[in-house]
Structures are given as structure tokens and as C-alpha cells.
């Protein structure tokens, strides 16, 4: 099964940016798709952004359309998540998935990166 590990979360301030990575474990066949969700303390997970590995086609939640960009580089097997114009609310631990029998994906699971962004 696929392993997925993520990086890059870390400690901003309001309208920063940060870069999230989603390394997998094999390779990103063009059937698999890729997520990224975040839970904020006190709140349910909620989904943020997707994108299908074979047509690189990317969705966005509403709360972070315009601001965040996800992307994926099937060469390294690596999606990512471009954070920009943070805001506090944007504070949670983000959290990657793939897989390819559910949408978005949630077969599988990284550990998890908190990001905090302070006002």
C-alpha cells in the first residue's frame, strides 16, 4: 500500500505563505488522485483541495479557492499544496491522502503537518 509523507508545515504570519509536500512511496499511476484535508482545533476535518494524477485537473474548496494551488510532479512522486495570502483561519494540521476507489480520496493517510499562521 502506498505511503504517504508530508512536509513543509510550519509557523507564518497573516498573508504569508507556505508550501506543503505529499511524498508517496510508489509511484502515482495515472488512476490515483490526491488530497489535501485539514482539521483546526475544536473543528471536524474538512476537506481542502484535490487533484486527479492522470489530467493534473485540481478542486477547490471554496474557503481557499484563489489562495491555494495544488499540484503534483509524477516524476518524484509528489503532490503539493501551495498556500498563499494566509489567514488565521487557515491554522489546522494539514493532512495528505491518495487513493482511487473514493472522491476525494481517503485511502490512505499521511501523519499529518500543522500549519499556524498568527494575526
Known amino acids: 500500500q502506498v505511503q504517504l509523507v508530508e512536509s513543509g508545515g510550519g509557523f507564518v504570519q497573516t498573508g504569508g505563505s507556505l508550501k506543503l509536500s505529499c511524498a508517496a512511496s510508489?509511484?502515482?499511476?495515472?488512476?490515483?488522485?490526491m488530497a489535501w484535508f485539514r482539521q483546526a482545533p475544536g473543528k471536524e476535518r474538512e476537506w481542502v483541495a484535490s487533484i486527479r494524477i492522470g489530467t493534473g485537473r485540481t478542486y477547490y474548496a471554496d474557503s481557499v479557492k484563489g489562495r491555494f494551488t495544488i499540484s503534483r510532479d509524477r516524476t518524484i512522486n509528489t503532490a503539493y499544496l501551495q498556500m498563499n495570502n494566509l489567514k488565521p483561519e487557515d491554522t489546522a494540521v494539514y493532512y495528505c491522502?491518495?487513493?482511487?476507489?473514493?472522491?476525494?480520496?481517503?485511502?490512505?493517510w499521511g501523519q499529518g503537518t500543522q500549519v499556524t499562521v498568527s494575526s
Open positions: 491522502t491518495g487513493g482511487a476507489s473514493s472522491w476525494p480520496p481517503r485511502d490512505t
Open positions: 510508489e509511484r502515482l499511476y495515472s488512476s490515483y488522485n
